[in-house]
């Protein structure tokens, strides 16, 4: 998972939050009630399932920056599924419309390349 809005502490609680059925803002100001509490620690039980097999990065803000990062994770393990959010935040020239089809078309060559499904998300 790829996010440029933001990093990987946020993403992580935001993931633990849905998992658990507990608002964002109630698990980082340890707003939980006890039964929240257990959910929470079965959330975490779920996502160290998931230890060495989903990986966030939250510093990469080009399409070439994702590829390399995925032709490096590629050589250690299988690949199935990249999720990017916030694609509008790319460091991209050009004005949105411009934009936005060039990483379309860069994702597109970059799912065939490397045999990779994308999920892209954007709030435009």
Not at 51 to 76: A, C, H, N, P, Q
Not at 86 to 108: N, P, R, T, V, W
Request: aromatic share 10%; proline share 0%; charged share 30%.
């Amino acid at each position: 998972m790829f996010s440029t809005e933001m990093d990987r502490k946020m993403n992580y609680v935001r993931i633990l939050g849905n998992l658990a059925g507990v608002g964002t803002i109630r698990l980082v100001k340890n707003l939980t009630t006890n039964e929240e509490k257990v959910r929470v620690e079965d959330a975490k039980e779920t996502l160290r399932k998931y230890e060495g097999k989903f990986f966030m990065f939250d510093s990469v803000y080009s399409t070439e920056e994702i590829r390399l990062k995925i032709k490096k994770l590629k050589t250690k393990q299988k690949v199935d599924v990249v999720f990017v959010d916030y694609i509008q935040a790319m460091k991209e020239k050009g004005e949105i419309y411009e934009k936005m089809s060039k990483i379309a078309l860069d994702f597109q060559q970059m799912a065939q390349e490397l045999q990779v499904c994308f999920v892209l998300a954007s709030q435009i």
